[in-house]
């Protein structure tokens, strides 16, 4: 049987969503080790004043691209841009385009969505359902097309315990809500949200689950690939170790506790992080791309992408790993020293976010005004409070994925590929692993220089000493308080007094004794 890279020779890829952070891994992926694909096709938009081909020129630009460059500086001529707004009608494909693509794409990856939890409803199920489907409908008039392959999320059915690797009925008909929806104006739809994502965290996971079944009903004779990521990360391996670029997930989390802001989250320490690398993800993805072309599965296989059920970490372990990797390796200008513990007791939780968060915070926002600077640091911690409120539901439980088509897959990769595309989560060492994410949100997201660390060193050691500084002064400022107002205090004082007094005059005689 062919190889992967055997499979992807000659072949034109249709991708949507390359650029956002899984996409470009995966496009990344397939040039280099797929070096005789003939194509990428991807569907990409204007955005925030930037032209389709400022975009994808800035793209191919990333230092992830790098070790691709290196091999064949040409790799950009493979990269075909298509001007694709998802959310319009036929996806704003020109007709020229849309004839381009159905004539000759034999693989799609459908990795666009939005993945934001407090999208509105309606926009939401524009993206991630009725874009779906409009995709769908576009491949089925493809001639040549072998597998169409959807990236859904493990969590698209949170609100059950054990989830198998099977599309679960929807909780509503996709047909009916998008039909209700189209003539209620956004307060009706703001207020039957909450009623109608039901036991689920978020729009997100609501509309995922939805477009599941999407796939499921509107694929007719079409191979099609689910893969359902569980909380997707930094690479682990390639192109290089530690790849991230944005705050999602657990990455801002991290990035906020390293500058020493985060100090507090509710987790449950013994609960499964269900981290997995993004290279992982992407290995698997193109491996169940090949393995739906050349098998043709007659139903839709799921693949649950996860670690927990194979190599579990729980979150515990990841504060402890995350805390004392930014201790080696700390980020630039910190406003406290990283030092974040996570808690499953909401009263505890809330006790440490007016003492670690919100004291400080007014503090520090004080000194700015005092020096006739703008106050933020309060405002920064409404921001991260709203974002961690909405991670909480996440870290705070356990779930159990079923992996059993991640292995049966891994069963049909010759050696060869199981080398190049490995997605075996059995071989990731996770200390190891939590080191380099760290050091790749210092270098890749916030753009810090690793040479940099000594002077990050020695910021925290200041910080340390203002630390000190200020919780001696006020120990003494509470004595003080206390002296005047109490005469046991006053009575306690003296007798301390007297006391060194006297151990010092003890000291000293039998020294000059000793002499
Ligand atoms: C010591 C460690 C202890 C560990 C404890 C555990 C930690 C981890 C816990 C649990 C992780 C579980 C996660 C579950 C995952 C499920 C899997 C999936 O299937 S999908 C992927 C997940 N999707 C998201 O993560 C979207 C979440 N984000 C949002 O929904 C929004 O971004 C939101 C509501 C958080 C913020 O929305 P706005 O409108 O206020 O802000 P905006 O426009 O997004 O960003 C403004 C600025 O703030 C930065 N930012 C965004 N999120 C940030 C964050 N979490 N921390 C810091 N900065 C962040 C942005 O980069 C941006 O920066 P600029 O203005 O461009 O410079
Ligand atoms: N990140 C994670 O932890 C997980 C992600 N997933 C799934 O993986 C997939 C990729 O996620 P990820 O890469 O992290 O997400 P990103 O937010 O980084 O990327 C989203 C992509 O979708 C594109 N997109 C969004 N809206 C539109 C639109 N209206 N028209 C055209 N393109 C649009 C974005 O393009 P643009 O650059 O123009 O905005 C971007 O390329 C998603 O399906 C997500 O559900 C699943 C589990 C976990």
């Given amino acids: ?36 694909v003939r194509a990428l096709y991807i569907l990409v938009r204007p955005k925030a ?24 500086p040409d790799f950009h001529q493979k990269i075909i841009p298509i001007s694709s ?21 034999h693989i799609i990856f459908h990795c666009a969505a939005t993945i934001r939890f407090d999208e509105p409803l309606k926009h939401a199920l524009q993206l991630n359902v009725i874009a779906t489907q409009q995709l769908l409908s ?11 392959i959807h990236i859904s999320t493990a969590y698209a059915n949170c609100n059950r315990r054990h989830i198998d690797e099977v599309i679960y009925p929807p909780p509503v008909e996709p047909r009916k809500l998008i039909d209700s929806l189209e003539w209620m104006d956004d307060s009706i739809v703001r207020e039957i949200t909450p009623r109608l994502i039901g036991d689920r965290p978020n729009t997100y996971t609501y509309t995922k689950a939805l477009a599941e079944c999407v796939v499921q009903k509107e694929s007719g ?10 909380i997707v990360g930094a690479s682990w391996k390639e192109p290089f170790p530690g790849w991230i670029d944005n705050f999602n997930g657990p990455s801002g989390v991290f990035i906020a506790a390293g500058k020493g802001i985060l100090r507090t989250m509710r987790a449950n320490n013994d609960a499964v992080a269900d981290l997995i690398p993004v290279d992982v993800v992407i290995n698997l993805t193109l491996a169940a791309g090949w393995y739906t072309a050349v098998h043709r599965p007659k139903a839709a296989l799921v693949y649950n992408c996860t670690t927990g059920g194979i190599n579990p970490f729980h979150w515990g372990e990841i504060e402890h790993h995350v805390m004392s990797s930014f201790k080696r390796n700390p980020l630039e200008q910190a406003f406290r020293r ?6 499953s007791n909401y009263l505890i939780n809330q006790y440490w976010i007016l003492v670690s968060h919100r004291f400080p915070a007014l503090i520090y926002d004080l000194y700015l005004r005092l020096s006739g600077q703008k106050p933020q640091m309060m405002q920064i911690f ?7 409120g909405l991670l909480e539901y996440f870290s705070s439980r356990d779930w159990e994925w079923n992996s059993e088509n991640m292995t049966m897959l891994m069963g049909h990769l010759s050696p060869e590929d199981r080398k190049t595309f490995n997605f075996d989560v059995r071989q990731l060492c996770w200390p190891e692993y939590i080191e380099n994410y760290c050091i790749g949100t210092k270098k890749y997201v916030l753009n810090e220089d690793m040479s940099d660390i000594p002077a990050a060193r020695q910021h925290l050691r200041k910080l340390r000493n203002i630390r000190y500084t200020f919780n001696t002064l006020s120990l003494v400022f509470i004595w003080r308080v206390f002296i005047a107002r109490s005469q046991m205090a006053r009575n306690i004082w003296y007798f301390v007094v007297s006391l060194c007094f006297k151990f010092l005059s003890f000291v000293r005689a039998s020294s000059t004794l000793a002499n």
Avoid: W
Wanted: proline residues 5%; contains cysteine.
């Fill in 49 to 72: 004043g930037q032209s389709m081909q400022e975009r994808v020129s800035d793209m191919i630009k990333c230092k992830l691209f790098d070790r691709v460059r290196e091999d064949s």
């Fill in 1 to 36: 049987m062919a190889s992967i890279a055997d499979y992807y020779a000659g072949k034109n890829v249709l991708i949507t969503g390359a650029t956002g952070f899984m996409g470009k891994v995966l496009v990344e992926k397939l040039l280099r080790s797929c070096p005789e």
């Fill in 85 to 105: 707004e998802l959310i319009q009608p036929g996806l704003a494909i020109s007709p020229g385009d849309q004839e381009r693509l159905t004539s000759c794409v």
């Fill in 138 to 148: 576009l491949a089925q008039k493809m001639p040549h097309l072998q597998a169409f």
């Fill in 382 to 388: 409404n921001r991260l409070h709203k974002a961690i």
């Fill in 221 to 230: 004779k079409l191979s099609i690939g689910i893969i359902r990521p569980s």
């Fill in 338 to 343: 990283p030092n974040a513990n996570i808690t």
